[in-house]
C-alpha cells in the first residue's frame, strides 16, 4: 500500500512539473514545448488515475484478520516497528527540518526527500505534510545540577603577569621592651617578612564540531557549548580552591559533638579577628548532620540568613553548601572547613575564561569542522595558613 502511494506523489511532483513547462512554453510562445508538456501531462492523469483507484480498491477491501490470530498479524507489527525507526533516525529528522526550513511541500519534494516519502503511512492525505519525526526535539535539555562557584567564597585578585609575588609579614607576639633613663633601647625584635609566588597558568580544552552538524542542528549548539565550557570554568576554580582547603589536616569529630567542635574552632582555633568574619563550608551529608542539630529546647541550630535574606547561618555564622559531587566526603566523614576564607586563599586570575570559535585554524580547515576553544589563566595559592581550620563530622551512631 506504501509503495503505491509513493507512486502517486512522485506521478503528482512529475506532473507540477509538466504544468510548468507547459506554462513556459506557453509564456514563450514555444507551441513545440507546450504541445510536449501537455501531452506529458495527459500521460500523467492517466497514470495517476489507474493508481488512486487502486488504492481506493485497497481502502474499500475489508480487513481480513485469520480466525486463530486474535488480531493483526505479526507483519503488522515488525512494519510499525520499521516505521517508526524510520522516523526516528538522524536522517528522518535532518530532512524533515530542512523541508521545514525550506517551505517545501511533499508533492514538490520528489527524490530530494526521499526518506520522508518513504514514511508516509496508511490515512495520510496524498498532499499532506511531512510525518512527524518521532519525538522530535531537537533542543538540547540541560539537566539541572549545583554549579555553586567556591570563588565567590576566596579573595579574588586579577593580575597582569603571569608570575609575581606578594610579600607577607609575621605578626608581633611581644610589645616594647622597657627602658631606663639614658638605657640602651633593645633591637632583639625585628619584622620579619615571607615571600609568597604565584605563577598563573593555562587550563583550556578544545571542541571540534562539524559543519554540517552545525548547519543542520536547530538547537543552538555553539551557544550551548559555550555554557558548558563556563561550567567547566567553575569545576576548574573549585578543584584548585579545594586542592587549597586540603592541606588542612581535619580534626575528627564524634557524632554528637558536632556543637562543641564547631565553638572551638570559632573561639580557640582561629584568631578572634578571623573567627569575625568566619564561614561555614560543607557538603551536603554535613549539611544534614548540621541540620539534625537542636539547642536544649529543642529549636534547629541552623537558622535562616535574616541578614542576607537567603540561606542559613550557623551561631550566628553563614553556612555555604556544596554538592557532595563537588567536596566530597572521606572514610571518616563529612569535611566542615570554618574560616576566613578570602584571608586563607586568593586566586591571582590573570585571564578570565575565553571561549572563541574557528572554522579555518587548528584543524578545522581540513576536517571541514569549526572548533570551539576555552582558555582561562589563574593561579591559586595560600596565603593565611591560620585562617581556617578542617572538622570531619561523623555521621550518627547506627
Known amino acids: 500500500m506504501n509503495k503505491h502511494r509513493r507512486k502517486l506523489l512522485d506521478l ?36 495517476i488515475a489507474d493508481v488512486k483507484a487502486l488504492i481506493a480498491a485497497y481502502e474499500a477491501a475489508p480487513l481480513e484478520i485469520p480466525e486463530d490470530s486474535g488480531g493483526p498479524s505479526a507483519g503488522d507489527g515488525l512494519q510499525d516497528r520499521a516505521d517508526r525507526q524510520r522516523r526516528g533516525s538522524n536522517e528522518y ?27 508516509l503511512t496508511e490515512g495520510v492525505d496524498e498532499n499532506g505534510g511531512y510525518l512527524v519525526p518521532v519525538d ?53 625584635d625585628q619584622p620579619v617578612f615571607s615571600r609568597l609566588n604565584y605563577a598563573c597558568k593555562d587550563y583550556g580544552l578544545i571542541v571540534p564540531i562539524s559543519n554540517d552538524l552545525l548547519r543542520d542542528n536547530d538547537a543552538g549548539l555553539l551557544e550551548y557549548l559555550a555554557r558548558w565550557m563556563a561550567k567547566k570554568s567553575v569545576l576548574t576554580e573549585n578543584a584548585l580552591i579545594l586542592a587549597i582547603l586540603a592541606t588542612l589536616t581535619p580534626v575528627s569529630v564524634a557524632a554528637g559533638k558536632e556543637l562543641s567542635a564547631i565553638k572551638k574552632a570559632l573561639n580557640v582555633t582561629l584568631d578572634p579577628d578571623i573567627a569575625l568574619n568566619a564561614v561555614l563550608l560543607t557538603n551536603q551529608s554535613g549539611y544534614d548532620l548540621l541540620d539534625a542539630l537542636v539547642d536544649g529546647n529543642g529549636r534547629p541550630l541552623l537558622q535562616p540568613d535574616l541578614t542576607a535574606g537567603t540561606g542559613y547561618v550557623f551561631k550566628q555564622k553563614p553556612i555555604r553548601v556544596a554538592a557532595d559531587r563537588i567536596l566530597a566526603s572521606q572514610e571518616g566523614g563529612s569535611p566542615l572547613y570554618v574560616g576566613d576564607f578570602k584571608s586563607f586563599i586568593t586566586l591571582f586570575d590573570r585571564q578570565v575564561m575565553e571561549f572563541t570559535t574557528t572554522d579555518i585554524g587548528g584543524s578545522a580547515w581540513r576536517t571541514n569542522s569549526t572548533e570551539g576553544r576555552a582558555i582561562m589563566r589563574l593561579d591559586v595559592q595560600k596565603m593565611d595558613a591560620d585562617a581556617a581550620a578542617a572538622l570531619l563530622l561523623a555521621g550518627p551512631a547506627a
Open 136 to 188: 522530535l526535539q531537537t533542543r538540547i535539555n540541560e539537566l539541572r545540577r549545583q554549579m555553586v562557584s567556591l570563588r565567590e567564597l576566596v579573595t579574588v585578585e586579577p593580575v597582569t603577569t603571569r608570575t609575581g609575588y606578594r610579600v607577607l609579614d609575621t605578626a608581633p607576639t611581644k610589645g616594647f621592651t622597657l627602658l631606663e633613663e639614658m638605657g640602651q633601647i633593645a633591637t632583639d
Open 93 to 119: 529528522v535532518r530532512a524533515f527540518c530542512d523541508a521545514i526550513r525550506r517551505r517545501v511541500a511533499p508533492v514538490q519534494a520528489g527524490s530530494d526527500y526521499a526518506v520522508l516519502l518513504d514514511a
Open 12 to 47: 503528482m511532483a512529475k506532473r507540477t512539473l509538466a504544468l510548468k513547462a507547459a506554462e513556459a512554453g506557453l509564456e514563450a510562445n514555444d507551441k513545440e514545448a507546450y504541445d510536449k508538456a501537455m501531452a506529458e501531462i495527459t500521460d500523467l492523469d492517466g497514470q
